[in-house]
C-alpha cells in the first residue's frame, strides 16, 4: 500500500498528461521521472495510452488497469504482449462501460431542476486525496455524499 506523499506523487501524473502524451509516452515518463510503478490505472483514453498501462513501469506486478475508454481486443496482434503481461504479471484488465443514456439523463436533471431530487455533499475534494475520502466514507462519520473532483481547473 502507497503512503499518502507517493500517492500524492503518483497523482501528480494527471496533471501533467496532457502535456506529457503530446511529447512521450507514459511509460517514458514514469522512466523519466523515476516514479514507481502504481496499484491502479484508470484509462479514459484507450489506444496507445491503454497499451502503454500496461507497461512494468507504469503498473506494479498484480495491479489493476480499469479502462473506461475500451477493452483490451482480444484477436489483434498488436495487443498480444499486452495480453501476455496480464497472464505473465498477474495483472488485473477490467473494461467499465460508461455511457450515459440521454433519456435517463434528462430525467433526472428535470427531478434536479424541480428541487425533487437533491443530494446532500458533506465534503467535496481534489482526486489526489482519494485515499482520504475513501477513509472518511469507511469511517461512516460522512452524514452526506464525498465528491471526488476530477477536473484540474480551479472552482
Same mark, same amino acid.
Given at each position: 500500500?502507497?503512503?499518502?506523499?507517493?500517492?500524492?506523487?503518483?497523482?501528480?501524473?494527471?496533471?501533467?498528461?496532457?502535456?506529457?502524451?503530446?511529447?512521450?509516452?507514459?511509460?517514458?515518463?514514469?522512466?523519466?521521472?523515476?516514479?514507481?510503478?502504481?496499484?491502479?490505472?484508470?484509462?479514459?483514453?484507450?489506444?496507445?495510452?491503454?497499451?502503454?498501462?500496461?507497461?512494468?513501469?507504469?503498473?506494479?506486478?498484480?495491479?489493476?488497469?480499469?479502462?473506461?475508454?475500451?477493452?483490451?481486443?482480444?484477436?489483434?496482434?498488436?495487443?498480444? +504482449?499486452?495480453?501476455?503481461?496480464?497472464?505473465?504479471?498477474?495483472? *488485473? %484488465? !477490467?473494461?467499465?462501460? =460508461?455511457?450515459? #443514456?440521454?433519456?435517463?439523463?434528462?430525467?433526472?436533471?428535470?427531478?434536479?431542476?424541480?428541487?425533487?431530487?437533491?443530494?446532500?455533499?458533506?465534503?467535496?475534494?481534489?482526486?489526489?486525496? +482519494?485515499?482520504?475520502?475513501?477513509?472518511?466514507?469507511?469511517?461512516? *462519520? %460522512? !452524514?452526506?455524499?464525498? =465528491?471526488?473532483? #476530477?477536473?484540474?481547473?480551479?472552482?
Amino acid at each position: 500500500m502507497k503512503t499518502a506523499v507517493e500517492t500524492d506523487l503518483h497523482a501528480l501524473l494527471f496533471e501533467y498528461y496532457e502535456q506529457l502524451r503530446h511529447s512521450e509516452g507514459l511509460a517514458e515518463a514514469f522512466r523519466k521521472r523515476a516514479w514507481e510503478p502504481v496499484d491502479l490505472v484508470l484509462d479514459c483514453i484507450g489506444g496507445q495510452t491503454l497499451r502503454q498501462a500496461y507497461d512494468p513501469a507504469v503498473v506494479r506486478d498484480g495491479g489493476i488497469i480499469i479502462s473506461v475508454a475500451q477493452p483490451v481486443p482480444e484477436q489483434e496482434p498488436e495487443w498480444a +504482449g499486452v495480453r501476455d503481461a496480464i497472464a505473465q504479471r498477474g495483472l *488485473r %484488465s !477490467r473494461f467499465f462501460i =460508461v455511457r450515459p #443514456v440521454g433519456e435517463q439523463l434528462e430525467k433526472i436533471s428535470l427531478l434536479v431542476e424541480k428541487g425533487e431530487l437533491k443530494a446532500f455533499v458533506e465534503k467535496e475534494m481534489e482526486l489526489y486525496q +482519494g485515499r482520504e475520502a475513501m477513509e472518511l466514507v469507511e469511517s461512516r *462519520r %460522512s !452524514r452526506g455524499k464525498v =465528491v471526488l473532483r #476530477v477536473n484540474c481547473y480551479d472552482r
